[in-house]
C-alpha cells in the first residue's frame, strides 16, 4: 500500500487510522531518515487507541511505553542502539506479547535479534510531503492493510 501525506497533521491522522485497527500483539517496524516522521506517526498510532497526553521520542531512553485500556504500547527507537545484542538484554521479547503492540524505529539496527513483524512502514521525504509505503509481513498484518 502507498500513500502520499502532505502534513504532519495528515502523518498523524493516517497513524491514528492504523492504531484504530490495533488489537494487540501487533509489531510494526517504521523505517526513514532523520525527520521523516516516524515519531509523529507513532503519536497518531497513540492518540487512535485513546492516549492524549504527551508523546516522547525515545531516542536517548531506547523505550517509551503507554499504558492504555486495551494493551501496553511500547515505543522504541533503536537509532542510539551499538548492537543488536543490546535488545536481548533489556529482555526484548518479554515486550512483545500479545497483550502489548511495539513499534520500532530503526529496526535494521536490531537485526538477527528483531527480525519478526506484522507490518512495515517505509516513510520516504518528498519535495512536498511524505511517500508512505506499507507491506504485509505476517497474517496479522495482512488484516492490518485490508482494514486500511
Known amino acids: 500500500m502507498q ?15 492504523i492504531g484504530k485497527q490495533f488489537t494487540g500483539g501487533e509489531i510494526i517496524f ?13 503519536r497518531g498510532v497513540l492518540r487512535g487507541l485513546g492516549h492524549s497526553d504527551k508523546v516522547k521520542s525515545p531516542t536517548y531512553t ?13 515505543h522504541f527507537d533503536l537509532y542510539r542502539l551499538n548492537d543488536p545484542m543490546e535488545l536481548e538484554d ?9 497483550k502489548a503492540v ?3 524505529e530503526w529496526p535494521e539496527r536490531g537485526q538477527g535479534i528483531m527480525n519478526e513483524h506484522d507490518l512495515f512502514i517505509e516513510i520516504d ?12 509481513h505476517s497474517d496479522r498484518g495482512t488484516r492490518l492493510l485490508k482494514a486500511l
Open 3 to 17: 500513500k502520499i501525506i502532505y502534513i504532519a497533521e495528515a502523518m498523524e491522522a493516517f497513524g491514528a487510522e
Open 30 to 42: 517504521l523505517k526513514g531518515e532523520l525527520g521523516a516522521g516516524k515519531t509523529t506517526l507513532v
Open 62 to 74: 531506547i523505550v517509551e511505553m503507554y499504558e492504555l485500556a486495551q494493551f501496553t504500547v511500547y
Open 90 to 98: 533489556m529482555g526484548i521479547r518479554d515486550y512483545c506479547n500479545a
Open 102 to 104: 511495539c513499534l520500532f
Open 125 to 136: 521525504h518528498l519535495d512536498e510531503g511524505r511517500q508512505v509505503n506499507l507491506s504485509s
